[in-house]
């Protein structure tokens, strides 16, 4: 039994979606197990761009299955606009399975999301207004859809109608807006359902079978710890937990399975939407990183804030996620920055030291981070191949991350391509 889980550690954006199409290439599954197509995955194949909100990334490599496990939230329609256009640059996608137990994103969650967002004001939440929150609220509250709804004409109906008259009465009566048809919404989903039959499976059935088979399985998380609805910087978080531990209720397989527990940081870090932040770099150098990074936001386009590297919150999620292997990546963003900071602790409001990150989030932006100095490089890192090829306070930058968190630096990414990484020991 070989299983690998990537997460990212940080707020969303590592590059999970590259290490994972690294990874994929020896797998014979990929699988998504948390969250929806409100994430943003950018893997490059040659020259080609993709970006993948709702499949797991691997499915431009891997040669077995992909796997959009019972975690996950599935806009069937974004689904079915994924697959046509990867299938339209000449890949396959018969390979690409979801679990009958998947919640299904439907029309009223995406304006509840919406309308929500609006009436918010100055203090939104920064959602992608994609219906993921909306529609794991009806998961937790037992009345969501699922995708083997989809295949039976009586419950789906049944189950439309039953939502609508809560949904109805909230679109009309407090958000003052229109509603919503069930027969239009009852055809549209029924289409869906005999559309996609045959990728609705038993996932969970299938995926302990493969374990038991000694299968290569990788777990693909969306966002990351630093979004997590219990232990990341609430209430500005996402829906699911993106965590090592959303493998087990988001897939249907146990805690003893999961063996090799990769996380992905950035060499610096960024944030997309509202809430805590607190090594932001609000200035000219903060512009620069964005720049140089490209630091918009793959699903919607939105700059992400930028900030250096902060070991408080990084530990954090390492400690919570089990980490044994630690990707850094961007490391070549950082060239020509001198000098390079990064935040070992946090000094409170009552100018208390801490080394930990608070569970009263809210005080984040009240903390003043505790810098370390590095002196930073000139040469330009994105050719090089080996740990050996860097410049030496390039490796000092990577080694200090790891002396701080006592966890190796397995894979350090140096540029976008699939091929600019230095793999300084092999997973597989």
């Known amino acids: 039994m070989s299983t690998y889980v990537v997460v990212g550690l940080q707020y969303g954006d590592e590059g999970k979606g590259k290490i994972t199409d690294v990874l994929s290439a020896k797998s014979d599954y990929v699988v998504r197990f948390q969250g929806g197509d409100n994430a943003g995955h950018t893997v490059y194949?040659?020259?080609?761009k993709f970006v993948l909100?709702?499949?797991?990334?691997g499915v431009l490599q891997c040669k077995g299955k992909c796997i959009i496990a019972n975690g996950v939230v599935v806009n069937p329609k974004a689904f079915v606009k994924e697959i046509n256009q990867i299938e339209s640059k000449g890949m396959r996608t018969d390979h690409v399975f979801i679990s009958r137990r998947a919640h299904v994103i439907m029309p009223y969650h995406i304006l509840l999301d919406t309308y929500r967002e609006?009436?918010?004001g100055g203090t939104q939440l920064g959602t992608t207004k994609k219906g993921i929150g909306p529609c794991y609220e009806d998961k937790i509250a037992r009345v969501g859809i699922r995708m083997i709804d989809l295949l039976n004409p009586e419950v789906l109906r049944e189950k439309i109608e039953k939502n609508l008259k809560t949904k109805n009465s909230l679109f009309e009566k407090?958000?003052?807006k229109p509603t919503l048809d069930v027969e239009e919404i009852y055809q549209e989903f029924i289409a869906l359902g005999e559309l996609l039959k045959d990728r609705i499976v038993d996932t969970e059935l299938e995926l302990n079978e493969a374990i038991k088979e000694g299968k290569n399985i990788l777990f693909e998380g969306a966002q990351a710890l630093m979004l997590d609805i219990d232990f990341g910087t609430y209430p500005f978080v996402t829906s699911s937990s993106p965590s090592t531990g959303g493998v087990c209720t988001?897939?249907?397989?146990?805690?003893?399975a999961l063996q090799n527990l990769i996380g992905v940081a950035k060499a610096y870090t960024t944030r997309v939407?509202?809430?805590p932040f607190p090594t932001e770099l609000d200035d000219e150098l903060g512009e620069?990183?964005?720049q140089i990074g490209a630091e918009f936001g793959a699903t919607t386009g939105r700059p992400r804030r930028t900030g250096w590297l902060d070991l408080v919150s990084l530990k954090h999620a390492c400690m919570i996620n089990g980490i044994n292997n630690l990707v850094i990546t961007k490391l070549d963003v950082?060239?020509?920055?001198?000098?390079l900071k990064i935040a070992t602790k946090y000094k409170t409001e009552d100018g208390k030291i801490i080394d930990y990150f608070t569970s009263s989030t809210t005080k984040l932006n009240d903390y003043e981070p505790q810098y370390e100095e590095l002196e930073g490089w000139d040469e330009d890192i994105s050719n090089a191949r080996t740990y050996e090829e860097l410049p030496p306070n390039a490796k000092k930058y990577i080694e200090f991350i790891e002396e701080h968190l006592g966890i190796n630096v397995y894979l350090v990414s140096v540029g976008p391509e699939r091929s600019q990484n230095i793999i300084r020991k092999e997973l597989f």
């Open 45 to 48: 194949v040659g020259d080609e």
């Open 53 to 57: 909100h709702l499949l797991p990334s």
């Open 118 to 120: 609006e009436e918010q």
């Open 174 to 176: 407090y958000f003052e």
């Open 250 to 256: 988001g897939a249907g397989v146990p805690p003893t």
């Open 273 to 275: 939407g509202n809430g």
């Open 288 to 290: 620069k990183i964005r």
């Open 334 to 339: 950082l060239t020509g920055i001198h000098p």
